[in-house]
């Protein structure tokens, strides 16, 4: 299985940036899918997940501020982040929902003041 996450950068707060992540040896269409975050000296917390069907969770940190979709006839889950704060700067990933799978090199998400 490999992951590949893309579309982090530098971003004033307030912006929006939006992360792809393209999956591939795995049925991508029946697992719940996840982004997770890992800041500078923290461990990495779970952001967000969507189910086969559409469903989706979020933190309470991000809620209302980030969106999750995956389209499953390109085995990509996407998250959309808007309002963006320096709270949220740290290194992005995605993953089954549980993080079965090898972690990929994530993506790098700044957030200047």
């Known amino acids: 299985v490999q992951l590949v996450e893309s579309g982090g950068g530098l971003v004033q707060a307030g912006g929006s940036l939006r992360l792809s992540c393209a999956a591939s040896g795995m049925i991508f269409s029946i697992n719940t899918m996840a982004w997770y975050r890992q800041a500078s000296g923290k461990q990495r917390e779970l952001v967000a997940r969507i189910t086969s069907g559409g469903s989706t969770v979020y933190a309470g940190s991000v809620h209302g501020r980030f969106t999750i979709s995956r389209d499953n006839a390109k085995n990509t889950v996407y998250l959309q982040m808007s309002s963006l704060k320096p709270e949220d700067t740290a290194v992005y990933y995605c993953?089954?929902?549980?993080?079965?799978?090898?972690w990929g090199q994530g993506t790098q998400v700044t957030v200047s003041s």
């Open positions: 993953n089954v929902y549980g993080g079965g799978y090898s």
